[in-house]
């Protein structure tokens, strides 16, 4: 844009070249009766003025265009998560493939929120709503999700070993693969319609007490415990 506005402005010009004009006897055309040299084009009075104000204006559109493309560049450049945004609603800040260690997301609304791939040891999500989030593969050693609305979220091939699960609503959420929940707190969870590999039921079954307080369900039986 910059180079073409600089490009344009630069085919005005201000200094025609000169013409000469004759007038010649018809008995004597060797014989001019006039002859005028050096007799300018006419042209619009104050043309040099007209021709300074496009120039400049031309020179301030070519400078405003190379700030813009500078400006967006930096923007991009210092915060790469403007450059492309994860999915939910979780403003415009990228939460799929990021290391997000120790990060508080506690009682935030994080409906389908894409977590998958992510590094989320020891992060908060206490009270959160995270309803239909996902966790594919995602690294969730030690994180606190108690009290959080899971329902319906995916868990396929996670970690989930230490983390607090207490009081936690996981009803319908998916645990396939190699997820794992080994060391974790999972007292009033609610792990209804959850499908859990054999070893994995049998261990949380070891460790399953309490009531849900929203379900009313105990976690015993939501995890089919005999």
Known sequence: MAILNICMCSNFSTN???????????????????SLLSLPTPRAPQGSQIQ??????????????????LSASL???SNPAL??????????????????TGKDFSGQTLIKQDFKTSILRQANFKGANLL???????DLTGADLSDADLRGADFSLANVTKANLSNANLEGALATGNTSFKGSIITGADFTDVPLRGDQREYL????DGMNPITGNETRETLLCK
């Open 16 to 34: 025609p070249k000169p013409k000469t004009v004759s007038f010649h006897n018809s008995a004597s055309p060797s014989k001019p009766i006039i």
């Open 52 to 69: 300074n104000h496009l120039s400049s204006f031309c020179e301030s559109i070519s400078k405003a265009s190379i700030l813009s493309v």
């Open 205 to 208: 079954c070891k460790v399953a």
């Open 75 to 77: 923007v991009f450049a």
């Open 83 to 100: 450059a492309f945004k994860g999915g939910g609603p979780y403003g415009s800040e990228v939460t799929r493939g990021q290391d997000l």
């Open 132 to 138: 239909g989030a996902s966790f594919f593969d995602a």
